[in-house]
């Protein structure tokens, strides 16, 4: 049972634009999310997180959106750069169990010249 | 800051033997740790959640005989693959929290059982 799901598994940008990394979760109790950037052979860097009382979270070129209703989260990475390439995974936790993170399939993101 | 050291990085050695992984956190006292499992292509699966001092807390189908964690203080969480055999062969990655922060991750383990 995938409760955190990434449904692209990867996703091609020219350098400069947009990026729009997407997720959703099926468990309503997760209430707080982050995003986390890898690259091949090492661990995963955190990024950006939200809160589950927010709906928007902003760090430098980094917005994370969070849509409750429809329990779907994004990510957005604007002027995209091509030290932006790197596997994105998306995490949920549920407050109160020590912070135990249930991650998405990650979705890999390639930003062209 | 946050840094997250595993040793080793890569590791390759015969069915039947144990292998011990260490997770340290460089530069802030960790109140948990976490161990997890990738395979190819696949998501982070977290196998087990370890407080410093207690017994670690595992997944639903993560066998704790063959999975050992041992977290010795603040700073030092070990995960022991026991009898390693080849279908353990697997990425495995550790990380380390403050209350209130974020987890913080190693660089992983990449462990081939030959």
């Known amino acids: 049972d995938q409760q955190v799901k990434q449904n692209s598994p990867s996703l091609s940008v020219q350098e400069g634009r947009i990026s729009i990394l997407n997720c959703d979760y099926t468990?309503?109790?997760?209430?707080?999310f982050l995003w986390y950037k890898k690259y091949p052979a090492e661990g995963p860097t955190f990024l950006i997180s939200?809160?589950?009382?927010?709906d928007k979270n902003e760090d430098g070129r980094f917005t994370v959106f969070l849509n409750k209703s429809a329990k779907h989260l994004s990510l957005h990475i604007v002027p995209s750069q091509p030290g932006d390439s790197a596997v994105y995974f998306c995490?949920?936790?549920?407050?109160?169990?020590?912070?135990?993170?249930?991650f998405g399939t990650g979705t890999r993101l390639q930003v062209t010249l | 800051g946050a840094v997250v050291s595993q040793h080793p990085s890569w590791v390759i050695c015969k069915s039947g033997t144990s292998v011990k992984i260490e997770c340290r956190s460089l530069?802030?006292?960790?109140?948990?740790m976490f161990w997890y499992r990738q395979f190819p292509k696949q998501s982070l699966m977290l196998m087990a959640t370890?407080?410093?001092?207690?017994?670690?807390?595992?997944e639903q189908g993560v066998e704790k005989d063959k999975f050992l964690i041992n977290h010795a203080s603040l700073t030092l969480s070990t995960l022991t693959v026991t009898s390693a055999h080849p279908e353990d062969s697997s990425f495995y990655i550790c990380?380390?929290?403050?209350?209130?922060?974020?987890?913080?991750f190693g660089d992983g383990t990449r462990l081939s059982i030959l």
């Open positions: 995490a949920a936790s549920v407050s109160g169990t020590a912070s135990k993170l249930t």
């Open positions: 370890s407080n410093e001092g207690s017994k670690a807390t595992y």
């Open positions: 468990n309503s109790m997760f209430d707080y």
């Open positions: 530069d802030f006292q960790a109140t948990t």
């Open positions: 990380s380390a929290r403050v209350t209130g922060r974020p987890q913080h």
């Open positions: 939200i809160s589950s009382i927010k």
